[in-house]
């Protein structure tokens, strides 16, 4: 292994060649933006060509969005003055608290953290998340300051923010006396002094990496250990379980005692052995304490299984993640229109697709509904879901997506709800709209800053569910300037009805094609997300109607001709441009009633009851109801 291995105490040895960090930072604090110009000085891309940009997001999605979903890592080796070589494996963890699960997971896999804060926005609510985790395993933390070379940058106050926030989360007086970095990623520079000199490359960072963060320890002629933390799938292996060695040494085609989360041991074979050198990963021979491996073999390992000396088979805790606080059930495409974008249409399909997604994503669940062709799905977060939808969408599938709910719990026996901490970062002309808006969901505030630069920053506590379809409102009340970021906070008891929407839905009558003359005489009373000359069914969603009612309408409705010769002026037609939405937004946008048709190509928004007459009759019963039950 050519591992430099120096004694330490009785029996413990130290790995001083080998250091494994993650990386927490908020999104688009530039964290993917570091490990790009630290891989580069790291000598990476020298033996793999040309560059590659922001090599942490590895796939479509994290490039599109901008955000980090899957934990991912990469190695570098850093060379000294003194000559010594350390390999360093970076963890990218995602910054967004939806996707916890992969930031439990990845902080099993490393030794000590890097905090990237902007040196403008300060840290924020994912900031916060991860690195209360972080402190709760007891990890050291090297502070890194970032685009300080930003015209707003405000340096000495995010320094004593950060302070703050460690003193919130509760850190004790060795991980307060963190060491700061202050960088520029995209010039890819470093310093120690924020007003010294600039730098000319990443060195300070990597020394204050190597000095900071220790060694990993473990004891000497220890039984192997290796611990299951992810897993991958390659198309020549099969399964591949991505592991870190707690104690002892691992080779290319051992016998290991496989250790699951049910009490089962089985010998199995190690067949292939990699770890990752720079932004791939290469077969080795054998891997000793502290290293971050991918082992194939064993073809249902999972996440927390162990890996172990048959001789002596001792398993390591299973990891554990937050509890799930949000559903929402996903089932076959059942609208007039499926079967015409995707080639995945069935329930067994969708099953199968379900199943394998918890393979590898310990955080959410899945649960069977009444109906044979729905499951409830159970995740962190709105984004997390969503990604899972979307992700199914562009593999060709079609769905039927409901609001998604959030879910509660009995708490010495009174029913209890999750709540979310809540900043958001907005111009002080705005404050009374989002006040007054946040106001009407029952949220309270906790906090309020203004930084004299004419922003204004609030910090709510709110119940999770108010949060569903916040969004859409938050952006027209601040022009699209605000940021709001959220995390969880814990259980309080129910807070009884909250009024979260106060507009109504245009619904289609019929079948058939959307017309310009139509769109043209409703446009004055509506806002529609439909285009002329396209498809719609009977109960599908077009457009919203600014009163608390739906309305449906014929919008397949063709102009009369008439004998009657015009100007060409007079023929002219102007359509105010529809409104189009994502599928977040679409998500955020539905009622109760209402639920989401995904499709590789499309996401309309639909009615759950198709009939108009039927949901006529629901709503007169459900009305009486209500008038039955206030008498």
């Known amino acids: 292994m050519g591992a430099m291995l120096g004694s330490y105490r009785r029996g413990v040895q130290k790995r001083t060649d080998l250091r494994n960090i993650a990386m927490i930072a908020h999104v688009d604090h530039g964290k993917t933006t570091l490990v790009d110009a630290m891989l580069r000085q790291g000598g990476v891309f020298s033996d793999h060509g040309e560059a590659v940009e922001r090599v942490m997001d590895n796939t479509d999605l994290e490039k599109e969005k901008g ?3 899957l934990a991912n890592n990469a190695a570098m080796h850093w060379k000294a003055a003194d000559g010594t070589d350390t390999k360093i494996n970076i963890v990218d963890t995602p910054g967004h608290a939806d996707f916890g699960g992969e930031v439990e997971r990845a902080l099993t896999m490393i030794d000590g953290v890097i905090l990237l804060v902007d040196s403008s926005e300060g840290p924020l609510p994912q900031t916060r998340f991860v690195l209360g985790k972080a402190m709760a395993r007891g990890l050291p933390v090297v502070l890194v300051i970032n685009k300080i070379d930003r015209p707003d940058a405000r340096v000495d106050e995010v320094v004593d923010e950060v302070y703050e926030l460690f003193m919130d989360i509760g850190a004790d007086d060795d991980q307060i006396n963190f060491p700061i970095v202050y960088t520029c990623a995209r010039d ?5 002094d924020a007003d010294g000199e600039q730098g000319t490359d990443m060195s300070p960072l990597f020394e204050t990496l190597i000095d900071t963060i220790p060694p990993y320890e473990y004891e000497e002629d220890a039984a192997t250990q290796v611990w299951v933390t992810n897993l991958d799938a390659s198309p020549y292996v099969g399964r591949l379980a991505i592991c870190r060695v707690m104690q002892g040494t691992i ?15 089985t010998n199995q074979k190690v067949v292939t052995l990699t770890a990752t050198e720079g932004i791939d990963n290469v077969d080795i021979d054998d891997a000793g304490p502290g290293e971050l491996v991918q082992i194939s073999g064993m073809e249902s390992v999972m996440i927390g299984d162990t890996l172990a000396d048959p001789a002596n088979p001792i398993a390591l805790p299973t990891i554990t993640v937050d509890e799930p606080t949000l559903s929402m059930t996903i089932g076959t495409n059942t609208s007039p229109l499926a079967g015409k974008d995707g080639d995945k249409l069935t329930a067994r399909q969708i099953k199968d697709r379900l199943d394998k997604e918890l393979v590898g994503n310990v955080s959410i669940r899945v649960l069977p509904t009444d109906r044979p062709d729905n499951f409830e799905v159970q995740g962190r977060g709105e984004l997390q879901l969503a990604v899972l939808v979307e992700t199914m969408r562009r593999e060709g599938f079609e769905l039927t997506v409901g609001k998604p709910a959030v879910l509660t719990k009995e708490i010495d026996g009174t029913l209890h709800e999750p709540t979310e901490r ?10 009374g709209g989002i006040t007054q808006l946040l106001g009407e969901r029952k949220a309270k505030m906790e906090n309020m800053a203004n930084h004299g630069d004419g922003w204004v920053r609030l910090e709510y506590i709110v119940p999770a569910r108010a949060l569903i379809g916040f969004r859409t409102g938050f952006l027209t009340e601040t022009r699209g300037t605000g940021l709001a970021n959220h995390v969880f906070e814990g259980w309080i008891p129910w807070q009884g009805e909250i009024r979260m929407r106060n507009k109504g839905s245009i619904v289609a009558d019929r079948t058939g094609t959307s017309t310009t003359n139509a769109i043209q005489n409703l446009q004055e009373r509506c806002l529609f997300y439909i285009p002329p000359s396209v498809d719609v069914y009977e109960g599908m969603i077009i457009g919203e109607n600014p009163r608390n009612e739906d309305m449906d309408v014929n919008i397949c409705k063709e102009k009369k001709l008439d004998n009657i ?6 023929d002219t037609i102007r359509i105010t441009p529809p409104k189009v939405l994502s599928l977040e937004g679409a998500l955020e946008t539905i009622a109760d009633d209402e639920c989401v048709e995904v499709t590789p190509e499309n996401v309309r928004l639909r009615k759950v009851n198709l009939d108009s007459t039927t949901r006529a009759r629901e709503i007169k019963r459900m009305k009486n109801a209500r008038e039955a039950a206030d008498a």
């Open 251 to 265: 080779k290319k085609g051992q016998q290991v005692a496989w250790m699951q989360e049910d009490g089962t041991v």
């Open 188 to 192: 890819g520079y470093a310093q120690m």
């Open 422 to 431: 809540l900043t958001i970062d907005i111009p002080e002309e705005h404050v």
């Open 67 to 69: 955000i980090t979903i």
């Open 565 to 570: 010769r015009t100007q060409s002026s007079d």
